[in-house]
């Protein structure tokens, strides 16, 4: 037992006066969180230093840190999503220490994970544009950044929680395919892009009661046009265009613009009405 001639010193005030918590992102290692604790130093003249408990259990402390005469200290090394329980002493020369301070509980942050879907997606020469949806804890924060010029995100570059990242893929004019990477939360959102073809096909017909022009076989160079002109016959007018099966009407011209696949025009023709007068 301690006798008031030992003059043991009063038990500090603990107080956390900082936190740093490291998230885990998925595919990279995670840090472990820390905190800075602090003190109003004591005023007794046969004081020593001090000693900061921690545990994780409430008044149950596994382990001690003396910082000497210093009124603050760094815990680090704290495991993501484990609570963790301080308290401070104070001792005196004889190494008479005072009662616990009163305690700090601190709950190190869980590790964030991220997911994304869909994983990947294709796009032919002509670009275009697309979303993919960011699943995360409600305070996990992430980002989004692109890998490639060509690849450029134009919606939900940062967020925290459930997202959605929007992006625009550039037209390839080159004649290879290419890949680029969104990164987001530290996972991989992967776009891969056709190269440009040299040239495609536009199949041209028409049927009995009138012409194309063109008729035939076209080439046309990539991102090209070419006009077709529907001309019917004595007695005839256009019934229907078809492009690639799909009717546009009975329309005397069409033009492809931009072109980047193989496509077909039909022509179809039907006789106009005749009166006969008695």
């Not at 409430?58 to 609570?83: A, H, I, K, Q």
């Not at 995100?153 to 004649?175: D, E, H, L, M, Y």
């Not at 160079?221 to 799909?246: A, E, F, H, L, N």
Request: charged share 10%; net charge positive; glycine share 12%.
């Amino acid at each position: 037992m301690i006798g008031k001639n030992s003059y043991l010193p009063l038990p500090v005030r603990l107080i956390i006066i900082s936190i740093f918590a490291a998230l885990l992102i998925s595919g990279v290692p995670a840090k472990a969180a820390e905190i800075t604790l602090a003190w109003d130093p004591n005023v007794e003249q046969n004081l020593s230093g001090y000693k900061v408990y921690s545990g994780t259990a409430s008044r149950s402390y596994s382990g001690s840190v003396d910082v000497g005469n210093w009124t603050s200290c760094v815990m680090s090394g704290l495991e993501p999503g484990r609570t963790y329980y301080f308290a401070a002493k104070a001792y005196n020369a004889t190494g008479s220490e005072s009662d616990y301070s009163s305690e700090v509980v601190y709950s190190a942050p869980a590790a964030c994970s991220f997911s994304l879907s869909p994983a990947s997606q294709t796009y032919s020469s002509s670009g275009g544009a697309g979303s993919v949806s960011v699943s995360a804890g409600s305070t996990c924060s992430w980002t989004a950044v692109s890998g490639a010029s060509w690849l450029t995100v134009t919606a939900g570059s940062s967020g925290a929680g459930p997202g959605t990242v929007s992006f625009a893929v550039a037209t390839n004019a080159g004649s290879t395919s290419r890949t680029a990477n969104l990164i987001i939360g530290g996972q991989a959102f992967t776009v891969t892009q056709s190269g440009s073809v040299g040239s495609f096909t536009i199949s041209a017909s028409a049927g009995s009661g009138g012409t194309i022009s063109p008729s035939g076989a076209s080439s046309v160079s990539s991102g090209g046009s070419k006009t077709y002109t529907i001309t019917p016959k004595y007695g005839y007018r256009i019934s229907s265009v078809q492009v690639d099966g799909v009717g546009v009407g009975a329309i005397s011209t069409y033009a492809f613009n931009g072109v980047t696949a193989n496509h077909s025009i039909k022509a179809l023709f039907k006789k106009k009405s005749s009166w006969v007068w008695w």
